[in-house]
């Protein structure tokens, strides 16, 4: 049971450049979560999935898009990666509906862009 | 889902128990308190939660007020290991995102 799976680690982009944050679980979660984290700073939400098929803005979407094809697996998009875009992002999944549980967290991705 | 405000920082005695406050005045009856710790940006970690009744399991105790308007997590003898940032976060029952502040930074020393 490996929880959550965040790849790759560490990236470095070009201004510009495009690449997918992937993340997976194997917990048949149905919410799973993207979120940053700039230097210093508390965890920004930026898209959600309460299932495959759905997904909803989080609090900072912009710049960024995602998908959820199956329950085990929501990647994160980055089209036209900015400076302001460098973060560390986290990955998340959390039973359905009830929430009388707890999430659980990928490792993150250190991501900068230059 | 209810704001909450933590103090920024904190520091506690290797071996002492540390007490994080946190305010949620705005709390609603279907809402529970969660708290999650981040370990030196590593992924953030659940401690615990409640809705009503304090709470305590093998990793801490959660002390929520009679009215819910505040709450306090308690670490019973914190260790080098517990320094940390410390969330406190409300979510609505049956609600769907889980949000952050910009919790307590928890510095524990010798």
């Known amino acids: 049971n490996a929880g959550v799976t965040q790849t790759p680690k560490f990236r470095i982009l070009k201004i510009g450049q495009s690449m997918t944050l992937q993340c997976a679980q194997d917990m048949n979660h149905n919410y799973m979560y993207w979120y940053r984290q700039d230097p210093g700073m508390g965890l920004k939400l930026i898209y959600y999935s309460v299932g495959a098929g759905i997904t909803d803005k989080g609090e900072v979407p912009n710049g960024y898009n995602v998908s959820r094809s199956t329950t085990e697996d929501f990647p994160l998009r980055l089209e036209l990666a900015a400076p302001s875009q460098t973060s560390v992002y986290f990955c998340?999944?959390?039973?359905?509906?009830?929430?009388?549980?707890?999430?659980?967290f990928g490792q993150g991705t250190r991501l900068t862009v230059v | 889902d209810a704001k909450t405000t933590q103090p920024t920082s904190m520091d506690c005695a290797e071996g002492r128990a540390a007490n994080l406050p946190c305010n949620h005045s705005?709390?609603?009856?279907?809402?529970?308190v969660y708290w999650y710790r981040q370990i030196h940006s590593q992924g953030p970690q659940y401690i615990i939660h409640g809705l009503k009744n304090n709470e305590t399991n093998e990793m801490a105790s959660l002390i929520i007020t009679e009215d819910r308007k505040s709450s306090t997590l308690i670490l019973p003898h914190a260790t080098l290991r517990d320094t940390a940032v410390y969330y406190c976060i409300v979510i609505r029952g049956g609600g769907n995102k889980l949000t952050f502040g910009t919790g307590t930074q928890l510095k524990v020393e010798l």
């Open positions: 705005t709390i609603s009856g279907n809402e529970y």
């Open positions: 998340a999944s959390s039973k359905t509906v009830d929430l009388n549980t707890e999430a659980f």
